[in-house]
């Protein structure tokens, strides 16, 4: 492209500097998944991974070399919180988040635009901007594109989300949805414009339309068109139907290039990251194993279990018999040789049982993924699948309809014998 060009594209529209690179080193034969490394400003991070939610600068509970300790490259913070408490004064003081909670791995920061759902009662939002109450004290708190992406730039995270309007996919409101989407690409501009770090924190756009896929479609030319570092599928799990989610997904990946990493945002269950993974996403987050924790609930192959159910007051195995986690490892192989039994007598009465089930949660999760990863590289990944699905379902007759739906659309039948 010539100089004269160039100059003729609207400054959004050209290419953004870019602090990532993001390597793509396999794809599975039959479906839509990638395996690729994704090389970072505070190291490299493999895909397809799942992101801990560290909301407020910390993982409930842990420690930041617990977290390091479960395999955790990089994890997810909130700008709205962190705007709210500590606050930028106090970010810009010390050097950033990364300085801030003593990890030096890398982070992810939601733009706070999801609040505009979870916070709804408190939130008022206008072209310019969002208008919250703190929930904290009630103060008011006008969160612009380019106040996110100045906290942002204050946090000093290695991803930052462009803010994104919001709304819930379930809306029936078919003007609200398209105007929530137009805005969101509006509202790209002019985070582009204020970014001021882009050769060190990689701007993410979000994919907005509700699942209307004709808005998506619209959303992702439009966003695609920015050409920003990574892209994201926003304002899903908002409780539409697992169906739908899955359309939406499948169809977004088939427009997105290549060459940049997929983010599908706040899903975490394990069934939906492996579906999501079958139908092209790269990247994912979800509070749910760190909150699903602090019910005593523990991630294994087989499924959750509760273990505050008082079948397991007498149970001395580990946590998962298959898990490598310092909790479920042995004293004899540098674990902690924590037993179910003694979750079950902390999970109603110390916080130890929650912190101890979060560092498995987390890992299991983290595991789960390179377990997937593997299964692209070596071009086995609907065998993966198939058998991810036996364990936790253990019977074909109990498979979630949405999931043996969408995996039949990208070549997985898990109902063949």
């Known amino acids: 492209m010539t100089a004269a060009a160039a100059a003729e594209i609207p400054k959004a ?42 909301t407020q600068g910390s993982l409930k509970g842990l420690t930041p070399d617990q977290l390091a300790q479960t395999g955790c490259q990089l994890c997810l913070n909130n700008t709205y919180h962190l705007g709210l408490k500590p606050g930028q004064a106090v970010l810009d003081e010390v050097g950033g988040a990364h300085v801030f909670q003593r990890w030096d791995k890398n982070i992810l920061t939601d733009s706070g635009g999801f609040q505009m759902v979870s916070l709804l009662k408190l939130a008022h939002v206008t072209e310019e901007g969002v208008r919250f109450l703190s929930p904290h ?84 030319e439009e966003m695609v068109a920015r050409d920003t570092p990574g892209i994201a599928i926003g304002g899903l799990s908002g409780g539409e139907a697992k169906d739908e989610f899955c359309k939406v997904v499948h169809a977004c990946t088939d427009m997105l290039p290549e060459h940049k990493p997929r983010y599908v945002m706040g899903v975490g269950y394990p069934e939906d990251l492996v579906v999501a993974t079958a139908l092209g996403a790269d990247m994912f987050d979800c509070v749910w194993p760190t909150r699903t924790a602090r019910f005593g609930n523990a991630l294994t192959p087989a499924g959750s279990l509760n273990l505050r159910n008082a079948a397991y007051a007498n149970d001395f195995g580990p946590i998962d018999e298959s898990c490598d986690c310092i909790c479920c490892r042995s004293k004899e192989n540098g674990g902690l040789g924590i037993t179910r039994a003694y979750i079950h007598h902390l999970a109603a009465k110390e916080t130890a049982g929650a912190h101890l089930l979060t560092m498995h949660n987390v890992y299991y999760m983290l595991a789960m993924m390179n377990f997937a990863r593997k299964a692209i590289l070596e071009d086995r990944f609907p065998a993966f699948v198939r058998d991810f699905f036996k364990e936790q379902y253990s019977e074909p007759s109990k498979f979630p309809e949405w999931a043996v739906t969408a995996l039949k659309g990208v070549g997985i039948d898990l109902l063949a014998e």
């Not at 602090?19 to 505070?42: G, I, Q, Y």
């Not at 190291?43 to 397809?48: A, F, I, Q």
């Not at 995270?157 to 409101?173: E, G, H, K, N």
Request: proline share 8%.
């Open 13 to 54: 529209m050209k290419p953004m500097p870019s602090a990532l690179k993001f390597d793509l080193e396999a794809k599975c034969s039959t479906t839509k998944a990638r395996a690729s490394t994704l090389r970072l400003p505070h190291g490299p991070v493999k895909l397809p991974l799942f992101m801990p939610v560290a």
């Open 137 to 220: 004290d009630g103060t008011p708190m006008l969160l612009t594109p380019e106040h996110s992406i100045s906290l942002q730039n204050s946090i000093g995270s290695d991803i930052i989300m462009q803010l994104d309007d919001v709304i819930a996919t379930t809306s029936p409101d078919k003007a609200r949805m398209k105007e929530a989407m137009e805005r969101s690409i509006r509202w790209l501009d002019r985070c582009i414009d204020a970014h001021k770090y882009p050769e060190r924190q990689n701007l993410f756009c979000i994919i907005q339309g509700g699942l209307d896929l004709e808005m998506r479609k619209e959303c992702c």
